[in-house]
């Protein structure tokens, strides 16, 4: 099984930044392909950003491709969500994932298994 464990939420006002963390324990981290999602009241959870196993690839959702970067350090079993100009729009719940992928769209949230307990990230205008 893999856990993971997020931290880094907040209230912040729209232009700030904030960076959310994801580390995970209970299986090599590096043998995971691992996402962002996000999900605001009312709404259904949505893709935000995937990151590769390797970390060599990356993909984004368009609504935060200019304003967000997702990294990985595989020695620190540890994924990083970067958020730039955050806008009121950007107010959710964020959830980090985690998957091995046999199969299966990386953008599909019914596709992951392995979820973190969410951190709720608020924007102020």
């Known amino acids: 099984q893999v856990q993971l464990v997020e931290s880094g939420g907040g209230l912040v006002q729209a232009g700030d930044s904030l960076r959310l963390s994801c580390a995970a324990s209970?299986?090599?981290?590096?043998?995971?392909?691992m996402a962002w999602f996000r999900q605001a009241p009312g709404k259904e959870r949505e893709f935000v950003v995937g990151?590769?196993?390797?970390?060599?690839?990356?993909y984004y959702a368009d609504s935060v491709k200019d304003r967000f970067t997702i990294s990985r350090v595989n020695a620190r079993n540890t994924v990083f969500l970067q958020m730039n100009s955050l806008k009121p729009e950007d107010t959710a719940v964020y959830y980090c994932?985690?998957?091995?992928?046999?199969?299966?769209?990386?953008?599909?949230?019914?596709?992951?298994?392995?979820w973190g307990q969410g951190t709720q990230v608020t924007v102020s205008s």
């Open positions: 209970g299986r090599t981290f590096s043998s995971l392909a």
């Open positions: 994932a985690a998957e091995t992928f046999a199969s299966g769209s990386r953008r599909s949230a019914g596709n992951y298994n392995y």
């Open positions: 990151i590769s196993m390797s970390g060599t690839s990356s």
